[in-house]
């Protein structure tokens, strides 16, 4: 037999460790090639990582909620050299023997604090830990406190998040009143729920606060007329599907509008790194999407601008759906540069969404309403009902003004309103 390594892939940019969820197998099984050998997660999204070939496990280097690094092997698999060989009987193998984990040299860690530099030796600290640690103010006395579930008893991300939950039950939250600056604390009565965040939205929260932390936010609307698309769509969204073998939504419409208005005003797909201002070519646009646990997901359509709408409406469906069935790779929710939240999907009018970093804007489409309108004619002026739409754009006033956020609002809007469905 031959040996083959099972390691932690690489799964896009900003990725450098993953979590061991859940094994699905264990030492002496005989598994055929793509069959799931374990899930992982990692701060971005879930995923399978499966056997690259038929064999027998061997050992599995690591436990369930374990952390490990990219690259890293964590399983060890049997495979058949010889067309003449054959397995032997589970019963005689040798039954899984722990694996003895080189323990890792011992470093020191340091964390600032008011300005103080508190070293703690012996206690492995990440540079995602090291933030939340200087992020939460943890002090050197409560991380000395935190047992840490990580390799040679590393404190991981998870143990801050359980350490920050369990200090928060004994009313750890505080309201300042703006009139008298006075802390009233938050008590919690006998007849409240109290809820502890899942993985997700524990993360999704960290990006949100991080996100409001980096960037200057400035919201724009302007409301746009999209009665000739709502008429086209109810007129030929058969016919569409007929074609196509798939259906077409209002989203796409406001996809291929942006992707222009992106192509005039480049600076709205930029990263800004420090002082610098890093402009994409590509654009890969980032359709924010609701999953059924209530939680939002992030998708992302690659090089955007290549597509017409036809490949527009695939893409959008195809990541919409494998995105609800949690479905997706890790590299399609990386490397996004603009992105486009749907907000009327439950009849919102209009919001202020958050941008999504390292980008620089957001678009937020209200919901499509009929709405009493002035209708200039060759005859005058008359009053006539009409679809609208309110666009909201957030954007990082770091790098981007109220007048160029105005003229690629502008854009899009003549765009929306002069859109022609050629080769639909």
């Keep these: 037999m031959s040996t083959i ?22 030492p002496g099984d005989f598994i055929k090639q793509d069959d799931v050998v ?13 056997a690259p070939a038929d064999g027998r496990v061997d050992s599995l280097l690591f436990k369930e909620n374990d952390i490990v690094a990219v690259g890293k092997t964590i399983a060890i698999l049997k495979t058949m050299t010889a067309a003449n060989e054959t397995f032997t009987n589970v019963a005689s193998e040798q039954q899984f023997q722990t694996v003895a984990i080189p323990a890792e040299q011992k470093v020191e ?14 206690i492995f600290l ?15 006395e409560e991380l000395s406190q935190i047992h840490g579930s990580g390799i040679e008893g590393r404190i991981t991300k998870d143990d801050i998040l359980l350490f920050l939950s369990k200090k928060s039950k004994n009313i750890t939250t505080s309201v300042v009143s703006p009139s008298n600056s006075i ?7 006998a007849n409240d729920t109290l809820v502890e965040m899942d993985r997700v939205r524990k993360l999704i929260a960290e990006h949100m606060v991080r996100s409001k932390q980096t960037s200057a936010h400035v ?8 009665s000739h698309i709502v008429a086209w769509r109810e007129a030929n969204k058969m016919q569409f599907q007929q074609k196509h073998g798939i259906n077409i939504t209002y989203l796409p419409f406001f996809i291929d509008a942006t992707i222009k208005a992106i192509l005039d005003y480049p600076i709205m797909n930029a990263s800004v790194v420090e002082t610098k201002i890093i402009i994409h070519k590509a654009i890969n646009l980032g359709i924010a999407t609701a999953l059924p646990n209530d939680n939002l997901i992030v998708p992302v359509i690659k090089n955007a601008e290549q597509l017409n709408m036809v490949g527009i409406v695939k893409s959008l469906n195809d990541l919409a759906q494998r995105a609800r069935a949690n479905q997706l790779k890790p590299d399609e929710i990386q490397g996004g540069t603009f992105s486009i939240t749907n907000l009327g999907t439950f009849g919102t009018l209009a919001g202020t969404p958050i ?3 390292p980008q620089v804007a957001i678009l937020g489409i209200g919901t499509i309403r009929k709405m009493p309108a002035v209708i200039e004619t060759p005859q005058g002026d008359a009053i006539g009902i009409r679809h609208k739409v309110i666009l909201s754009l957030a954007y990082d006033h770091r790098i981007i003004d109220g007048m160029l956020a105005g003229k690629f609002l502008n854009k899009l809007t003549y765009t929306l309103e002069h859109l022609t469905f050629e080769n639909l």
């Design 109 to 122: 860690s340091t964390v600032s604090q008011n300005n103080d530099v508190i070293k703690k030796d012996f």
């Design 5 to 26: 390594e099972i390691k932690i892939p690489a799964m896009g940019e900003g990725i450098i460790e993953a979590t061991i969820i859940k094994w699905h197998v264990k």
């Design 355 to 357: 941008i999504n970093q």
């Design 219 to 226: 919201t724009s609307f302007v409301e746009v007329d999209v």
């Design 126 to 140: 990440s540079p995602l830990v090291k933030r939340m640690v200087q992020e939460n103010n943890i002090s050197h």
């Design 183 to 189: 802390s009233q604390p938050i008590n919690i009565s």
């Design 38 to 50: 374990c899930d992982i997660a990692t701060d971005k999204v879930d995923s399978e990582i499966t």
